[in-house]
């Protein structure tokens, strides 16, 4: 028996150990584990930049995810398919649940009218999106282990892969894109009367007439008690803190109104209702098929404990005092650290809900391991809890934002941007915050960088890079940039925040001079005559200053209709900002009014200048005027 035992254990050793030396089955450049939404649209990517990839997928199809998650099958990414717009970049800002493509049909409006559509509507989505793109996906091949080949180097990454079947790939970069699927399990006594939301009954008949305590307080938690609620006697939920509701935070990943229903029974008093406790101080008790709640105190009692510390009586209005019939847990997933060998294991986020996610750094690396990055919800330990990173609508872009970083590191290709005249600017910034999804859907994440060149007569325009970058910006962009000008799309400071009343009277403001005041989503821009460091964007803090303090800073005043093309009040201090910043007069000028200009000012508008350039380059009537003022000027008159 125990020779067998040993043989069980020395098993997993023995496969690992004959990995080290197994002629790897191929090498790829970009090896991308999951074959989930974040993990495809890396491979849509690297297929179309032509790129050597792989995807791996532990199952027989993309979106297995989906299969079975959410349990109820309500997706709560909204499809809103109509906008009364025809741009097509604006109407993807309310498109959460597509992936990017340059294929139209393969958006998800086309395959559902549910403005919350069902799950089953995303498997087939992601199937036909990697069907259609040819993308290179490796099914049934469930990676065990990751782990540093002998000959990798920082400048030269290799990783050495294990899949079920013991066999091994060799990979140059790695991108963990499985999301997160592990069920937070804390520990409580009596947790083997409760059930996990991933094996719970969804079948309502089995909560006819029944008591239910949910564990949890997310949208989990909500969208079980949503589904069961009109079967059961009564639900009572029980979390550590108190609920943060999505349009209160403007956080998508806290509750949604689509799951709120108990809400109105608890606060209507309809005998549901909401508590507050440590799941980790709590004690279920099975007593005659009935499931007793306890809660532990300070000192290792509970409630019914007749050797308090204190001797006092226990509490005889105790909340949960009546038994339940059922409890049900609904408390999240959390990151699977265990397919990494120990020497790269990434260390867990730390700070808000800690160990749900990796740590990693501005660029989607692992803190410590290089070549190792992580894209889609794994990836939303950078922007947690402060913008859309752990949801398709935005990790779609900073997956997008992923592959450029990797194309300017790993090939040369340098960030993608377009290069103009001043004048153009402010028609260029305009068109960009009334259209662009990814500044929108990752506000305060990604932005735009402009930047300044010839004294300020020309820009170059970078879009939706990772502004937390922007001290490493010629590395990580491939691209010299020194005074530059973000823009960004944020909320306003005190605005956000669970027991925040953002219905108040003055929740919004429409004065451009009150701008700054601003608390909806809205465009700030902020310019610097010289890259910030990175010294002072450490010192920053996202609930309250995103960047470092710049040289001069422009609020546009929100807009109820996220519109920013009012004449007075958006257009107008725009371009006195811009004009400010680049030293140039930024109107634009009629052909008579250039030649007015010419024979009363010593300097020309810049339109003047450059209308001029062009007509003296293409021996036009501009060439013509500045000769007859030439002979005018010489007689004297």
Not at 326 to 345: M, Q, W, Y
Request: aromatic content about 12%.
């Amino acid at each position: 028996m125990l020779v067998t035992v040993a043989l069980v254990l020395l098993l997993p050793m023995q496969l690992l150990c004959e990995s080290q030396t197994q002629t790897p089955v191929f090498t790829k450049d970009y090896c991308v584990v999951g074959a989930g939404p974040s993990g495809l649209q890396m491979g849509y990517f690297f297929e179309q930049s032509n790129r050597d990839y792989v995807i791996f997928e532990r199952s027989d199809t993309a979106g297995y995810f989906y299969t079975k998650y959410p349990r109820h099958r309500k997706l709560i990414s909204i499809n809103k398919r109509h906008t009364g717009k025809t741009n097509k970049e604006f109407n993807f800002r309310h498109d959460w649940n597509s992936l990017i493509s340059h294929d139209e049909s393969l958006q998800i409006k086309h395959y559902s009218k549910e403005f919350f559509p069902h799950a089953d509507v995303m498997v087939q989505y992601l199937k036909d999106y990697a069907e259609k793109f040819q993308l290179n996906i490796q099914y049934n091949t469930n990676i065990v282990n990751i782990k540093r080949a002998p000959d990798s180097s920082r400048d030269a990454t290799k990783f050495i892969v294990l899949d079920q079947r013991n066999q091994t790939y060799e990979c140059r970069n790695m991108v963990i894109s499985t999301g997160i699927f592990t069920p937070n399990e804390p520990e409580f006594k009596g947790m083997e009367h409760s059930v996990g939301y991933e094996d719970m009954s969804i079948d309502t008949d089995d909560y006819e007439g029944k008591t239910v305590l949910i564990l949890g307080r997310g949208n989990s938690a909500f969208e079980t008690a949503d589904h069961i609620i009109a079967s059961t006697n009564l639900i009572h939920m029980v979390a550590r803190s108190r609920i943060k509701l999505s349009w209160e935070t403007h956080y998508v990943g806290d509750l949604r109104a689509v799951n709120n229903g108990l809400l109105d029974t608890y606060q209507l008093k309809s005998l549901d209702g909401v508590m507050e406790a440590p799941v980790e101080e709590i004690k279920l008790v099975k007593k005659d098929g009935k499931i007793y709640v306890d809660i532990w105190d300070e000192y290792g009692n509970t409630n019914d404990s007749s050797d308090s510390h204190d001797k006092s009586e226990p509490i005889d209005n105790f909340s949960a005092r009546e038994p339940y019939d059922a409890v049900l847990r609904c408390l999240g997933f959390k990151f699977d650290f265990s397919i990494f060998d120990d020497e790269i294991r990434p260390s867990a986020n730390r700070g808000k809900n800690p160990g749900k996610y990796p740590h990693l750094k501005d660029d989607y690396e692992a803190t410590g391991v290089p070549g190792l990055f992580f894209a889609g919800t794994n990836s939303h330990s950078v922007d947690y809890k402060l913008s859309a990173g752990g949801f398709i609508h935005g990790f779609r872009y900073t997956a997008r934002a992923l592959w450029r970083l990797l194309e300017v590191r790993n090939h040369g290709v340098a960030w993608p941007s377009v290069s103009g005249p001043t004048t153009n600017l402010l028609d260029q910034i305009i068109k960009r915050v009334n259209e662009a999804s990814g500044i929108y859907q990752m506000f305060g994440v990604l932005g735009d960088v402009i930047v300044l060149k010839d004294g300020g007569t020309r820009y170059e325009y970078f879009e939706e890079f990772p502004v937390k970058l922007i001290p490493n910006f010629k590395e990580k962009a491939g691209k010299d940039a020194d005074e530059i000008i973000v823009v960004l799309l944020e909320y306003g400071k005190n605005f956000s925040g669970p027991g925040k009343d953002i219905f108040r009277g003055d929740r919004a403001t429409g004065e451009p001079m009150d701008a700054h005041n601003s608390n909806f989503l809205h465009p700030v821009l902020y310019y610097y005559s010289h890259l910030p460091t990175k010294a002072e964007m450490r010192k920053t803090t996202p609930m309250f200053n995103i960047l470092p303090r710049p040289v001069l800073i422009h609020h546009i005043v929100e807009d109820f209709l996220t519109l920013w093309t009012a004449p007075n009040s958006h257009l107008l201090p725009l371009r006195r900002y811009l004009e400010t910043v680049t030293g140039q007069d930024l109107r634009n000028f009629y052909q008579e009014e250039c030649f007015a200009l010419a024979m009363t000012s010593q300097q020309l508008p810049l339109s003047c200048q450059l209308y001029g350039d062009s007509m003296a380059l293409s021996g036009g009537r501009m060439a013509k005027m500045n000769n007859e003022m030439a002979g005018t000027m010489s007689v004297g008159l």
